[in-house]
């Protein structure tokens, strides 16, 4: 079925519940204060690409366990005064690329950070150079199981350790903004900036697009597809209970529900109705807690895409949000 | 199997012979002169899409049968002098799309104008808004066969004119050199632009990767994929040996190695080994003739991707395309 | 799942909501008018194909803008008196084919019509002769969206006149009986009949296998193949929701459901509950519609095939065709 | 690849080794000759469908073992004297069908004899009613392994004899020319006919399409589709050297390139160079083998469809062999 | 959809109605009688592997007709006293394959004896050796619907006949106990399973997996994957809707849920809840129907694998099945 | 195509050449040296799983880096004196799986080990629970690709010093013959055990059933299966011809090729020709190149399946490779 997921309606009231450890914060707190200890300030490298109008830099800065973090900083070549930045994470199996990819925001007054996402950027596109230097007990293929069996272990606490630094060190670089910073990204790199914007809940804003990684339950019963359908392949092969109860809990620290409820940024989300990898319950779960409970609600608003598979809003989304982040910032 | 076509050695030296027409020169002389009887200038109306390092141009100008072609037009904001200009053609489905989308080119310091193909911009990406306002007869879906039984009528003659006019528009804009003026493209985009290569000699670069409509015999022989599917779809409903006659005569006034041969500027090429839509052999038939008998030998080369499908060079070619451009340019 | 739409018993139910625009009646007659200003006689030239015991026709009619619309008439060699006719539509793609093709209805003592589809004919069996003279803004591969922003221009637009005027066509033509036309159809051709019958109530009989164009909405939510997919792949490019109301819109002006309503003929139909190109809930739209609050209730059926696809009823049906219209006719 | 079996041009000149057992015409007399020990008459029972210029009949005949094997026979109503017969034999899978199905050669003044198939009438199409009540040893899904462990209980052994015992059969019914029988029949119904043709020298001509059953060994080495692929299948399972070199053993008494050998009858063959069902070198060492060392050449014919895949010539096939019998009968 | 079918919470609910004719136990006494009229004692032939640990029986009993049915019987070397026993039944189109393979019963204490599958074992695996020498009329491809139209003539209907007289084939061998003999099989071995549960009461344990055979319209509405997508296929082909009748009345004498109803044994189930094989409605429309009305209720347990398609528990399922039959054994 | 390689006949004679590093030797000789300074004894713990004939092992041993590693070991129960043993390794994806699945050497008087893959044990079957606490730099899903820039942190160089250290463990263990191992293993377990046999020359044994890990550019080229296309899709992405160098050159120091050079033991291979994960060809350049130059000729066998895919030999394995090794040991 085409529009396979619930009815729009349906969809619009959507609130699961989603289980949540305890001590979700405080397995974020003892996270970040560590992955903070490594406090060297990112190396920033003028690079020449034989752009004009832009100019690049090759940003290196420690992420979790200080591991050294590769990103494109871009500015445009004539700017004035301290920048706002769009702090831009990337989807699954890819990376930071070459440097010349993603001008728009630099072309557009901004700066912009496009972090590497460690140990991918071998499945499609131009590739990256962040490894990531940490084993796994037994994982399927991909970035989904490896660690599974504990929180502190996954392979996504280290990432989204290094989006959380990756914004810390753009506020420490010459030239830019830290009060106005904002994250973004699409499929992995929305679900990267949904976990950062409810650990750094002082960015001015989250602009994330058919995010993954979030409501990780719901995308299993529904969706086959990978990478969610790693996890359906780990529990097909370990099958004791008490592993598969030990699966959920792990993906429970990094769920992007749980993220949403402690945002308090302002939110652009983008959805397609037709998107198997990222099946819209599992976004409008998220959506619908964005950044409750707040004395003012924060602006939150969703573009739906009813006849779109994965690819999500595609280039309909940069001068949507362009518009956007500029009555905010 | 992965690398399908012929080994790597034989298709350096793959030169097959293809059935040109006597006529082929007055055909498309007498072709063009009809297109430029519409002398109209090319409208160029400036618009603010929040860029701040590039501007963008929203430009019309007449194609064949004088119907109006849309394009954009981007250049550096902060430019001195008359511009060198890279003329762009689109892919098999897609438009001129957004006006943010490729601004690359203006980032480097040159104008760039992104024509939109008639009748198509409906597949894939963001779109555009260029008619194709002529009918045709029984014909397959998409583009390949509409007129496919006499050259006059076919489809990609009609296009092949726009981009050649594009070619002669951008020259009568001011601010942009006449002189310094490059073609490039990607799959159909490259198709064109070996078309317009052999029919405006005097563009100083064509920079075709993985092109396509070039060779259709081969190709139909080799692949069935879309779009050269097409083709055998028609012919495989068409089956008068006339018919099939008629067909492939209609396509050797179309054929990306006959455009190559009257072809006098510097090429540079991508192929990828792996390219079942654009297949190689039908790629090196091209390079192996472009551009021959030349008194001073111009300067071709082919970046060969062996591991690659239809994606091509994909990223990897602007910075290639700007280094290489930049010594002839 | 294999039966994927609804339960056999909602199904029988299934009556819903379909955006009708207030002008409907007068689009149409306006648009029958202007083609029946066309009001050339058919030409009708025997030829031979070897049988025996059946005489063939080559027809060409005008249809839509007084364009040549190509169909082949059949005839038992013994007949006496005027014959009853049925006039017959192509699917997607077909066309009117070889003559001898289709001669179950003469060799039953009906003239039978079988009318070639514009443009179309090239995507499988054994082609067609008519071309469609008329070019579109940008579409999707395919006829689907042609003309697709305006109902004025739509691709059906023509082809449902081409179809009246095929009506208005044999009941000019000596030896068969005006007053007994009946019309038929699979798929498109089923959707064709329906418009027919909407469009000339006083046809006797329509016979539309598993038909086509209809609940274009409902179609486009729950199955994604083509060629319903056409206007998903339209849509999933052009995004803006003025579009998309457009897009909906013009449909409104093409639904098989709106021509059902305005019926007067018995109905003969089927429908499979496995068919996922014209899924049964679109089937049922237009069969509980059928030819409402009429003082003597028309006669009507739909014939269900559980455990087929898109093949519907296939050979099965001219058996129970004919048997059906013998007692009508 | 597209046309992914030899060039054209060796599939010419293409003439393989098959093996042949040596008491191939042994196996085969004693076969028929057994056979015909059962010697009723077939029952002709005229049947009443609607249909005015056709009449019909239900045949019964004794087949292999004296099983009935049904058939319809269409003859014109209007026909005088004897008539010339066109015997056909059907599709893998497919039966006889409706009786109203296949009337062309019936309103070309032919009569048409069309056999069911034992045991199959259930894959597609409209189904038979002829049961094979013989049973078999250990077998793959489908018809091709039924017996494969010696060619005297192989499934074909049985079909064969059928359709020679239909052309018997044919000869028995009054108002029948047994002097101008022809045998017809596209993929199974090929091969079919090219086995009546080996074991009946004197029919007047086979006709067989994309013909199936030929060259088992190559078709098995070259394509992976069924039904060949059932003995790819088979022997998968079925490892031991000596079941494999039984299994190939009893095809070589169901070849059809040695029915071919053996054939006295003009022959009018067709094939598609895309055929991954019929691989066209299987239907070429076939061809290339027709009707061998007579005194006087028989006319031999092959169209080749270079676009088409299993589909063959389709519907161009009628009226090709109309006109083609029609010289010679 | 990944977990397609009903949600667990319902699946345990799920009680359907299930048509059962008035006179199954009747057919079914009548089936066994006569099977047993053929009282034959098993031929057990010890043959050499070159296990030391584990000896093994060739075996041969009459099923069916009396028709020999072959087996493997295994047994640890070093036994004492009379050994429980496990009758396993194979997969759809497997066969007993090669006397080694299934040892682990025996390596635990038990005799086990693999029953071979008339007519199959060439579909995967290493094959087997019953012939089923009764033939059928007119089915599809595969063994679902040989003798569809009469379930006398079923080709289950002989396939259970022979597992119920594996049982009493055990029973006859010295060594084994025939008062401790259970049945067990994956697939179609679980449906064998479930069929001589419910045949022969006494056996002490059935220990179905994934079983398939069971509730075969919802089966049919709900999956179009093979084998019950045979019966599609057929259905698809005969129509009528009195044959339709037939079938499913030749399925209700074959329906594991009416076996279900009348089993006495303790029951040890396992179903996967993405298995479009056997959709897990089946299974627990089987299960939740399981020996019911028991003064004394039987042991029954159900393993859910959520994350598995028709693999099922695979090799989770045999130390289980160790464990839990010893408790009852 | 069904046999996609070369003819067998090519097969047989194809002995490529093989890029070898010129300090292979070296490389490897450091590489076990640092592995044996990790010299504890390996674990071996007694588990009940409730067989009577076979008693199991759990094992643990130091392998790469001194990582401890999983295995099985089974022996019979009632064995006497010093068993031969046989180390197994798995394929792609899999582990150690369930300690009673291979019995089947311990049935046969032989002790088994069956050794876990670190970091695997999610693709398929039932685990494992070896980590490989080793990360690696940007690599594709799966396992190929990772620390593909340098051969010393290649995932397979730690495997393949786990599978040294396996053999080394057993010849440590009380009641196994340490001159009288053998190797084994299917597929991935074939490529290790030819890793094994090249690097533990006095292996008495190898037993590679079409395995994988050789020829890596010619699969490359041939196949676009996984896991060689992991290489495929890593290069698709890396296209630095430098890195490309890299990549080969790493994978020049794990080639099957290089390693059967410098075997001594006796070789039983298995091959599948219609294999498209582990092509023929890659099969045959180990096996053309296994152990030459001897004084006196080694036994080498290979099987060839011509109708089988990867499956290869299946079940037909363990009784080919118990008369085998039965002769040698």
Redesign the interface.
Known sequence: ????DMPQSDLERYAPEIDEPGDFDEFWSVTLAEARTFDRAPTVERID??????VVDDVTFPGFGGHPIKAWLTR???ADGDLPVVVEYEGY?G?R??P??K??W????YAHLRMDTR?????????????????????????M?RGVLDPHDHYYRRVFTDAVRAVDAVRAVPGLDPARVAVAGGSQGGGISLAVAGLVPDVVAAMPDVPFLSHYRRA?????ALPY?EI????????DPAV?AQVWRTFSYLDGVSFARRARAAGLFSVAL?DIICPPSTVYAVFNNWAPGQAEPVLKEIDV?????H?G????R??RK??WL?KII
Request: proline share 9%.
């Open positions: 079925m085409a529009q396979f690409i034989g752009l004009t109008e832009i445009p070549a004539h199996g990376g690329g070459l010349h990819e001008i728009h630099a072309a557009a007054g140990g991918q950027a071998s499945g499609h596109g131009t590739g990256g150079a962040t490894p990531d230097p940490v084993g796994s007990g037994p994982a399927s293929p991909g970035y199981t299993v019963s529904i969706t086959d359908g359906t392949k780990y529990l097909s092969v370990h099958r598969e037709m895409y009813p006849y779109n598979n690819e809003g595609g280039d309909y940069f001068p362009l518009a500029g």
